[in-house]
Every structure is written in C-alpha cells, then in structure tokens.
C-alpha cells in the first residue's frame, strides 16, 4: 500500500518501485485527492488501485479482497475525475438544491456509501435515498457517478 496526502513525484516513484519487486505485489495508492494526470501516473507505474485516504475499513477490507481477487479498485470520487466533466445532462428547472443535498451530495462525491453519509449526517439510510432520489432529479441524472459529474460541470462541487 502507498500513501500520499497528494501526488507528488514520491507517490508515482514509490509505486514503480513496489512493482518491479519479484513477484510483483497488489499496490493500492491511498490518496486525498487527484487529477486525471495522478491517477495516470500511479497506474502507468504500476498500481492496482486507488482509494480516498478518508476510507472506511469497510471500505479498504472490500478494496483489498478485490485486489487480491485480480481487480482493479477506483473510488467512486476518482470515476469523475477519470471521465472528466460532462454537461450531457440538463437539470430540472427548480434546480436549486438544499443545503441538506448539498452535504449529501459533497459526501457522495467523497465515496462514502448511504450508510457513511446517514451516519455522518445523523439520517437514516432510508433518508439519504430520498435526498439522492431529489437530487438525481435536480440534476437531471440517473446515479451517483452522473450527480457527482454533472455537479462538477455546473460548480456545484469543486
């Protein structure tokens, strides 16, 4: 496992090294954040995997038992910075969103699953749907990884 709090020349290094080891080990990057360029990087030289450094256990047990089933492991917050910012779909025309589907919204965008973003916001599961189900239609999306891109193109995230 690599970590970095960011991509610097370290990180991509590092995971270069751990690959040319014999056998070659699952490498999985733990980041706080990346653009397209630094998941470039690290999977050009050789990782398996990166996942937000805000991951669950849950979240890391999952990843790990993946990786060392021969997968590769993306966070969901790191799929939108993969497919790059898309303005395809049109929001509804009351678009605005609450302040509570901005925080569920910002806390989708970091990966977390409807348990972490209940537990987070003292919500019930059952609740978080229905604000994702709010927020889809606002966007003028279908699923998570759609909200959180169509949200970078309008600057509702950054």
């Known amino acids: 496992m690599v970590f970095g709090s960011h991509?610097?020349?370290?990180?991509?290094?590092?995971?270069?090294?751990?690959?040319?080891?014999?056998?070659?080990?699952r490498i999985l990057v733990l980041?706080?954040?990346?653009t397209r360029a630094?998941?470039?990087a690290?999977?050009?030289?050789?990782?398996?995997?990166?996942?937000?450094?805000?991951?669950?256990?849950?979240?890391?047990?999952?990843?790990?038992?993946?990786?060392l089933a021969g997968e590769r492991?993306?966070?969901p917050a790191f799929v939108?910075?993969?497919?790059?910012?898309t303005t395809a779909a049109t929001p509804a025309a009351d678009g605005a969103l609450t302040p509570k589907e901005r925080e569920v919204l910002s806390l989708l965008a970091q990966g977390r699953t409807n348990r972490q973003i209940g537990e987070t916001l003292f919500i019930s599961a059952g609740t978080v749907k229905t604000h994702l189900a709010h927020l889809y239609e606002k966007l003028g999306v279908t699923?998570?990884?759609?909200?959180?891109?169509?949200?970078?193109?309008?600057?509702?995230?950054?």
């Not at 690290?42 to 990786?67: E, H, P, T, W, Y």
């Open 42 to 67: 690290v999977f050009s030289n050789g990782a398996d995997g990166a996942l937000l450094r805000s991951a669950s256990g849950d979240d890391l047990n999952d990843a790990l038992i993946r990786l």
């Open 73 to 75: 492991v993306l966070a």
């Open 80 to 85: 939108s910075v993969l497919a790059g910012v």
């Open 143 to 158: 699923d998570r990884q759609q909200a959180i891109t169509q949200a970078l193109a309008e600057g509702i995230l950054q």
């Open 31 to 34: 980041l706080d954040a990346a």
């Open 7 to 25: 991509l610097d020349v370290a990180v991509p290094q590092a995971v270069r090294r751990a690959a040319a080891l014999q056998p070659p080990p």
């Open 38 to 40: 630094d998941l470039a």
